[in-house]
């Protein structure tokens, strides 16, 4: 076994961090943590930045990263929110609640997916550097969805579509079987399809991946396509959960989503990630933001150490690949 590095997707200290974290949280909040009702809030909570991790996580294994999953979710799910608005006209008009609940997920889920196709060929047949390209369309699809809603909230969906946000099966809450669902989804993709197979092999090298006979502009465009979906299925979870729609919600979550990341093991320059040290990732600061909310910390409060944390582990990491400065001082002596 190969030595574990802080970081890596099956790494034991990522591990180690999760339980800690989690045992210390018991031990200093024991009355507020440890309760059904804390576990089940945020089983609730962490899937829609969850999936949305899971798509910067995609792009960043390919060597990109894709910096509109938010603006992407918030156009797919105004779309869905307007036609779920519509449900009182069109159960008028002999249309069930059902029907119009799944015209909704569909509608949010092709806009979701004609978002990533944009980014995909803008990346590959325009040529432009994806953090560049997925920065642009970022404001291009919110600023999209603020002109279809004119900057005001959509309400009034079906009380039935309120239970993929809302609901539990078996006291467990319906959004962690979604999010359960799509990452087991995705680990198999990448471990055991071709497509995974070529996202490894362009991250690692796109050179090499090309001389191997990989389409690289085909890879890409399927991975920022899957990113988009993803972004789909949160856009989802999020409206049903807080029974409305307005541009602008979840803007906190890219950082988060490239923070749990990067946390988990996914290597920016691309190469390497995985499912199961994201999802430790995600449980390490879902806990850590439970503990602050119970303390009363300012949500500014928790920005500031979210990215206090993701310039921790950029150090960590990039130490780690060439070598701390300690160690170079004693090769000199």
């Known amino acids: 076994m190969g030595k574990l590095k802080l970081g890596t997707s099956d790494n034991l200290t990522l591990f180690i961090i999760t339980i800690g974290t989690i045992t210390a949280m018991s ?40 910096l509109s999953v938010v603006s992407i979710a918030n156009l797919s799910g105004v779309v869905g929110a307007m036609v779920l608005a519509s449900h009182v006209t069109a159960q008028e008009m002999g249309i069930s609640p059902a029907t119009i609940i799944a015209l909704a997920i569909i ?85 055991k399809s071709s497509q995974g197979f070529k996202m490894y092999m362009l991250g690692s090298s796109p050179i090499v991946a ?23 299925i949160a856009s989802i979870i999020i409206i049903s959960r807080v029974n409305s729609m307005r541009p602008g919600y ?29 999802t430790m990732a995600i449980v390490i600061l879902q806990v850590l933001q439970s503990g602050l909310n119970i303390l009363g910390f300012n949500p500014f409060f928790k920005k500031f150490i979210w990215g206090l944390i993701l310039l921790l582990v950029m150090v960590i990491n990039f130490y780690q690949t060439n070598g701390w400065p300690w160690r170079r001082l004693v090769k000199r002596n």
């Open 27 to 66: 031990i200093f909040l024991p009355e507020k943590f440890l309760r059904l009702v804390n576990f089940q809030s945020m089983a609730s909570q962490f899937p829609e930045y969850g999936l949305l991790a899971l798509g910067i996580m995609l792009a960043m294994i390919t060597g990109g990263i894709d």
């Open 107 to 191: 509608a949010a889920l092709v806009v979701s997916l004609i978002c990533g196709f944009i980014n995909g060929v803008v990346i590959t047949a325009v040529g432009v550097p994806a953090i560049i390209a997925t920065l642009g369309t970022n404001g291009l699809f919110i600023g999209f969805a603020i002109i279809l809603t004119e900057g005001h909230g959509i309400r009034g969906f079906p009380e039935e579509f309120l239970f993929i946000g809302s609901g539990e099966i078996l006291t467990i809450p319906m959004p962690l079987i979604i999010f359960i669902g799509v990452a087991l989804s995705i680990s198999l993709m990448l471990k």
């Open 210 to 232: 090309r001389f191997s006979g990989i389409n690289n502009a085909m890879v890409l465009i399927k991975t920022y396509l899957l990113s988009g979906l993803l972004s789909g």
């Open 250 to 278: 979840g803007y906190a979550y890219l950082l988060l989503g490239v923070l749990i990341a990067i946390l988990g093991g996914t290597n920016p320059e691309g190469g390497r990630g995985g499912v199961l040290g994201l």
